[in-house]
């Protein structure tokens, strides 16, 4: 009898070691494969839109200029069908970004909000300029996977956001006098793709 106890330990000792070991294979699994580390990883947006804010008052004031304005109230034109139009439309936004207002300047916020109204969308302006690492990381989080943003941000740091982002910028530094392009980056295979286009909303425009 006492050879037989001994046995049936034996016996047990051996399939408790073939679960432990399945079940070491079950949950080591995914991490091994590619697919599954895949499937894990944070899916980031569709679509980034990066605009610098309209133009801008010389006086110091925080505010948009009146040819500002006008830009801020044909910025859905981008978007949306006018009457007659013939342009080709970007896909909508569904989530828009700006700039935190400071004492120098709320113009991220006063461009996005003409096509705000347009798309019945609220405008999110908790970040500050200088936080824009902090914005890129929010916009990869998954939060916004397979989602449209735009983002309007100060032309000093847009470079450096679409870096954060993962995008290479078409220049290092945004000229001081250039308020008519829109940074498309699309994300797709795992790959940040930049495409710089005109706005084409205003008299003077770049093509």
């Given amino acids: 009898m006492l050879k037989a106890m001994k046995l049936d330990e034996k016996n047990l000792l ?3 070691s073939r679960f432990v070991l399945l ?3 079950v949950l080591v699994a995914p991490l091994m494969s590619p697919l599954g580390a895949q499937d894990r990883l944070p899916q980031p947006p569709a679509i980034v839109y990066l605009i610098r804010h309209a133009e801008k008052l010389t ?11 006008r830009r801020a109230a044909a910025l859905p034109e981008l978007f949306l069908a006018a ?6 439309l970007l896909p909508r936004p569904d989530f828009l970004f700006a700039t935190r207002a400071s004492k120098k300047s709320n113009r991220p916020y006063e461009t996005l909000m003409p096509l705000a109204s347009a798309l019945n969308l609220p405008i999110s302006n908790q970040v500050a300029n200088d936080d824009f690492a902090a914005l ?7 939060r916004y996977a397979g989602k449209i943003v735009l983002v309007a941000w100060h032309h000093g740091r847009l470079p450096a956001l679409a870096t954060a982002l993962g995008a290479t910028p078409p220049y290092d ?5 250039q308020f008519d392009r829109i940074w498309r980056i699309d994300f797709a295979g795992g790959k940040a793709t930049l495409i710089d286009l005109p706005q084409s909303l ?3 425009d770049s093509r």
């Fill in 23 to 25: 079940l070491a294979a």
């Fill in 202 to 204: 205003m008299p003077g």
């Fill in 136 to 142: 890129a990381q929010e916009l990869l989080s998954g």
């Fill in 173 to 177: 530094k945004w000229p001081d006098s």
């Fill in 59 to 69: 006086d110091g004031r925080e505010d948009l200029s009146w040819a500002g304005y």
């Fill in 83 to 88: 009457p007659g139009a013939t342009r080709t």
């Fill in 14 to 16: 051996i399939k408790r």
